[in-house]
């Protein structure tokens, strides 16, 4: 059963992996210039492991807690892998430090308490002896500025990331963002690509930008994404499941 899977994986990463190429071509770009980032919030650490074993280095998980017990299981069945984890999707402040004990990077910071709960919460890691790093932040930007989903409108993009970059334990490394549910991709990414320049041009050293999942990572690529969040097309549609 394992094997199983094990082929399944390796088959779907092929996949992936042809799609990203196609997609850097058709763009002119060179596929080096993407990075794929696994996401991995709905599969077991055994399936983890052997995406490790295919090649992929970093992971996705949403989950505060959830994901701190994959992260150390993980660790076990890979002993000698470095990969590194990366938070996605919303949380509240009081998961804050759940998440600093584990992630090289959030991508899903869209407010100033938001950015302070995790800055607090890496320095107590840091003194505490837990983390020696700053924290990865990407800023995540909303593409039509609706405030009944995550996100940072454009007008608030630049005080957000001055506040960030003002932080001690947090590194302001870029932007995120998805494309509104039943928007045209191509016109989501162009905006957000105004988004990221006008970011990178204020703060040189905000230079990731984080775009495109499944459904719509060409589109992404199309407009200047570095990395695609893929899971669905990745590890296929699972619950999570005891490895």
């Not at 599969?43 to 280095?57: F, R």
């Not at 590194?84 to 402040?93: E, I, L, S």
Request: aromatic share 4%; proline share 4%.
């Amino acid at each position: 059963m394992r094997d199983d899977r094990r082929e399944e994986l390796a088959t779907r990463l092929a996949a992936v992996r042809e799609r990203i190429a196609a997609a850097c071509a058709a763009a002119g770009r060179d596929p080096s210039e993407v990075a794929l980032l696994a996401v991995t919030k709905t599969v077991p650490a055994s399936d983890v492991a052997m995406l490790v074993d295919l090649g992929l280095t970093a992971f996705a998980e949403n989950r505060a807690q959830e994901a701190g017990a994959k992260v150390a299981e993980v660790a076990d069945l890979r002993p000698d892998a470095t990969p590194r984890w990366h938070f996605v999707g919303g949380f509240q402040r009081n998961k804050a430090k759940a998440v600093a004990r584990w992630a090289d990077r959030v991508e899903s910071v869209d407010s100033v308490r938001l950015a302070d709960a995790l800055d607090d919460a890496v320095r107590r890691e840091q003194d505490a002896g837990g983390r020696a790093d700053r924290l990865d932040v990407l800023l995540q930007y909303s593409v039509d500025g609706d405030p009944a989903r995550h996100g940072v409108a454009r007008d608030g993009l630049l005080p957000l990331a001055e506040h960030v970059a003002s932080c001690a334990g947090l590194h302001l490394a870029g932007l995120m963002s998805v494309a509104p549910l039943g928007s045209d991709p191509d016109a989501a990414f162009a905006d957000v690509a105004e988004a990221a320049a006008a970011l990178h041009a204020a703060f040189p050293q905000a230079s990731a930008l984080s775009a495109g999942m499944s459904g719509d990572l060409e589109a992404a690529i199309r407009h200047g994404s570095g990395v695609v969040r893929v899971g669905t097309a990745l590890v296929g549609e699972r619950r999570l499941t005891s490895p």
